[in-house]
């Protein structure tokens, strides 16, 4: 399953499959493969962030320069387990887990104030001040029942949600 020149057994696809929760059937985790081994242009059984920036989609995300500290040079069964974050069967814990990762810019276990800030800047660009991004965010915060100098484990971070 490392090199991409490689097939997938039956083995490789059944651990896919639970690495990922069963979020995906046979079928798709072999259509993911090829698409894996598409976007593996070095054929080194990892996906590089160039290589992600090369799917137009992605490039344009406001988030790609942060979803690509978590990405750059997964293999194939931590890019499928990246992309059940998106499926409609994934469960709402594994879609605020990763969410959460987004956010933990330095993957420390925690959010601060300043990494929703900076996500919040993403998203936003021009379109809003950095005072009106800062007093939205306090009063979301304090709503939750949370401060500026607070750092959000993955549970706090729900309840910010």
């Given at each position: 399953?490392?090199?991409?020149s490689s097939m997938l ?46 799917v137009p989609e992605f ?23 990246f992309l059940s974050a ?76």
């Amino acid at each position: 399953m490392g090199n991409t020149s490689s097939m997938l057994t039956q083995y490789d696809i059944e651990e896919v499959k639970q690495h990922c929760n069963n979020t995906f059937s046979q079928q798709e985790i072999v259509s993911l493969y090829q698409r894996f081994c598409q976007l593996d242009r070095s054929g080194g059984g990892f996906i590089s962030a160039d290589e992600f920036l090369s799917v137009p989609e992605f490039a344009v995300n406001p988030l790609s320069q942060r979803l690509l500290k978590v990405l750059d040079g997964l293999n194939f069964k931590e890019f499928v387990a990246f992309l059940s974050a998106f499926s409609s069967r994934a469960s709402p814990q594994q879609k605020i887990e990763f969410i959460f990762k987004v956010y933990d810019a330095d993957n420390n276990g925690k959010v601060t104030f300043n990494d929703m800030l900076d996500v919040l800047r993403d998203l936003t660009g021009q379109f809003i001040s950095e005072q009106q991004r800062e007093q939205v965010l306090t009063h979301v915060l304090e709503e939750s029942g949370y401060s500026r100098d607070s750092s959000l484990t993955v549970s706090d971070f729900v309840k910010v949600l």
